[in-house]
Every structure is written in C-alpha cells, then in structure tokens.
Nanobody, 126 residues
Framework: QVQLVESGGGLVQAGGSLSLSCAAS????????TGWFRQAPGKEREFVAT????????YYTDSVKGRFTISRDNAKNTVYLQMNSLKPEDTGVYYC???????????????????WGQGTQVTVSS
C-alpha cells in the first residue's frame, strides 16, 4: 500500500503563492496518475488538477488555469502543486490522490481516485 502525505499548506494573503507537495511512501515502484482536490467548509470536494504518471499531460479546472501548475518528480515519488495569484476562494483543505486502477488518461472525478492523502489546509486572506 502506498501512503500519500501532503505538505506546504498555510496562511497567505490574496495575491500570494504557496507550493504544495504530495509525497508517496511505501510500495512506490509504480507511478500513478495523480490529482489534487480541495474542499472548502460546507462544500463538496472538487477537482483542481491532475497529472499523468509520466508527467506528459496535465489538466486543470477552469478556475485555476494560468495560476496553478502541477508537476512531478518520479525519482522523488513526489507530486507538486504550485499556486500563484491566490484568491480567498482558493481556501480549503487540499488533498492529493492517486488513480491506481484502470483509469482515464485525465481522471477528473473524485470516484476515479482510490488512494488519498490526509490533506493540508490552505487559507487565503483578503
């Protein structure tokens, strides 16, 4: 079983930046399609970005395009989410997740991911 641990969250002012990391440990011989989701208080967990196992393809939800960048370093078993020009509406708990079963090249729904981290809090003040 692979464990995912997110880090890098915190409090930042609007317009600022944060860099999140998702480190995989355990049986990490296989790289999986990995996504980032977020959940604001009282709201459903929503898709943010995803990257294929090779890093060759990425996809973002419209609200973060041009501001967030997902990347990965398979040698370090880590996926990153660079977040720039942050807005208060970006506030939430950010989760990384892997699709370890047969999945689409660009999985964007929560149900397509079967291995989740515990999340890291991101708070953007206005």
């Amino acid at each position: 079983q692979v464990q995912l641990v997110e880090s890098g969250g915190g409090l930042v002012q609007a317009g600022g930046s944060l860099s999140l990391s998702c480190a995989a440990s355990g049986r990490t011989r296989t790289a999986y399609n990995t996504g980032w989701f977020r959940q604001a208080p009282g709201k459903e967990r929503e898709f943010v970005a995803t990257i294929t196992w090779s890093g060759g393809s990425t996809y973002y939800t419209d609200s973060v395009k041009g501001r967030f960048t997902i990347s990965r370093d398979n040698a370090k078993n880590t996926v990153y989410l660079q977040m720039n020009s942050l807005k208060p509406e970006d506030t939430g708990v950010y989760y990384c997740a892997q699709c370890t079963r047969i999945c689409r090249e660009i999985p964007t729904t929560r149900g397509e991911y079967d291995n989740w981290g515990q999340g890291t809090q991101v708070t953007v003040s206005s």
